[in-house]
């Protein structure tokens, strides 16, 4: 059975869906190697675009395959502004 990611830049302008095998037991190194490749960058982070939770666990990817990706590369963090009642106005930044 396969897995299929979506996984965005920290712009949100390029974006890419990856399959990985479910029984990978690497899956969340492959998913960074993998992202990092059809991406054009160098990736080390996983978060979550809708609040940036960081994902770091294979298991727990495996719950997220519905969820919408930002790969980070290692100086980038991921912010979200809000205001007011307004839903979440979600950007980024590098440090």
């Known amino acids: 059975m396969s897995l299929?990611?979506?996984v965005w830049n920290?712009?949100?302008?390029?974006?890419?869906?990856?399959?990985?095998?479910?029984d990978d037991q690497q899956l969340y190194v492959n998913l960074v190697?993998?992202?990092s490749e059809k991406l054009e960058l160098?990736?080390?982070t996983l978060v979550l675009e809708s609040d940036g939770t960081i994902i770091d666990d294979d298991h727990v990817l495996r719950h997220l395959e519905?969820?919408?990706?930002i790969l980070l590369e290692k100086d980038q963090k991921w912010i979200c502004a809000t205001s007011g009642l307004n839903l979440s106005t979600c950007s980024t930044e590098t440090k």
């Open 42 to 44: 160098d990736g080390s």
């Open 10 to 22: 920290i712009t949100r302008q390029k974006k890419v869906f990856v399959v990985l095998n479910s």
């Open 33 to 35: 190697l993998k992202a």
């Open 66 to 69: 519905k969820e919408t990706l």
């Open 4 to 6: 299929l990611f979506k």
